[in-house]
């Protein structure tokens, strides 16, 4: 059983930044690529970021490249989302998944085995 746990959300200001964490437990986290994903109210759940499991290929969605960094520490089982420039729209629940195709980085929901419980992240004006 993979169980993977999410912190770092809360309240920020427009302009402000937060880093989320995701901790995997259960099997070995050099197994799996992680991705982030979020999902605002009455939305789909979105693609954000997603990582390999080496970590020396990261891909993300246009909607925050350039403002939000993937990274992950393999030592410590933890991915992270560094989310800076935060903007109104980027109010939602986040979640972390783990692939177990260790080397292609998927964008799809469905193609993530594990998922976290969520952090909400709400940025006010």
């Known amino acids: 059983q993979v169980q993977l746990v999410e912190s770092g959300g809360g309240l920020v200001q427009v302009g402000g930044s937060l880093r989320l964490s995701c901790v995997v437990s259960?099997?070995?986290?050099?197994?799996?690529?992680m991705g982030w994903f979020r999902q605002a109210p009455g939305k789909e759940r979105d693609f954000v970021a997603a990582?390999?499991?080496?970590?020396?290929?990261?891909h993300y969605a246009d909607s925050v490249k350039g403002r939000f960094t993937i990274s992950r520490d393999n030592a410590k089982n933890t991915v992270y989302l560094q989310m800076n420039s935060l903007k109104p729209e980027d109010t939602a629940v986040y979640y972390c998944?783990?692939?177990?195709?260790?080397?292609?980085?998927?964008?799809?929901?469905?193609?993530?085995?594990?998922w976290g419980q969520g952090t909400q992240v709400t940025v006010s004006s």
């Open positions: 998944a783990a692939d177990r195709s260790k080397v292609t980085i998927r964008t799809i929901p469905y193609a993530y085995a594990y």
């Open positions: 990582i390999t499991w080496s970590g020396d290929s990261t």
């Open positions: 259960g099997r070995a986290f050099t197994n799996y690529a």
